[in-house]
């Protein structure tokens, strides 16, 4: 099998000519590409659920990106929600890095191992101080705090009776898992 490699410049330029149709999910990842699953009905609804959740952040504490690209190092990552630093072009000017990042959400249906074993190491990478991984199937969430090389010092796992706080708004579990 032959892989191409891609810097994120040619990424930007391949989206800007419509290289790709634009119902393609796709993520680069360390100079490679890849496609996504389509999201489900489930997955889509979490999102939403977890976006109304951490409104109250918004505009004075935080912008809500959702499913929107953060670059992480040379990947450009899509995660479910990521909250960023309030800004007043919204990053019009340039796409937010891992470092900007406050929080950053994946929502897991089938993705889990992909979630935990190769972006949770590049948001560590990238500096993202907090990442949750809301295992769907296994009715948990993945929290993980203070970056430290390709992992993080604190990782916890929580269940649907925890309740998850982030700059003050409380997230019964319960409500998203």
């Not at 889509?44 to 499913?67: D, G, H, S, W, Y």
């Amino acid at each position: 099998m032959t892989r191409h490699r891609i810097s994120l410049d040619e990424f930007h330029r391949m989206v800007e000519a419509g290289v790709f149709p634009e119902d393609l999910r796709l993520e680069l990842v360390e100079g490679e590409l890849l496609e996504m699953s389509p999201i489900g009905k489930r997955h889509a609804a979490k999102v939403a659920r977890l976006t109304a959740l951490l409104a109250p952040l918004v505009p004075e504490k935080a912008i809500l990106f959702v499913q929107s690209p953060l670059v992480v190092g040379k990947s450009e990552l899509y995660p479910d929600l990521a909250l960023l630093p309030p800004r007043p072009d919204f990053y019009e000017e340039g796409l937010p890095e891992g470092k900007d990042a406050l929080l950053v959400v994946e929502v897991a249906e089938t993705s889990l191992a992909y979630d935990l074993g190769v972006k949770v190491p590049l948001y560590a990478k990238g500096g993202v101080p907090e990442v949750w991984v809301a295992d769907l199937p296994g009715r948990r969430l993945w929290v993980h705090r203070e970056p430290a090389g390709e992992g993080y010092r604190e990782v916890r796992t929580l269940g649907p009776e925890d309740t998850v706080t982030f700059m003050g708004i409380a997230i019964p579990l319960g409500e998203l898992l």
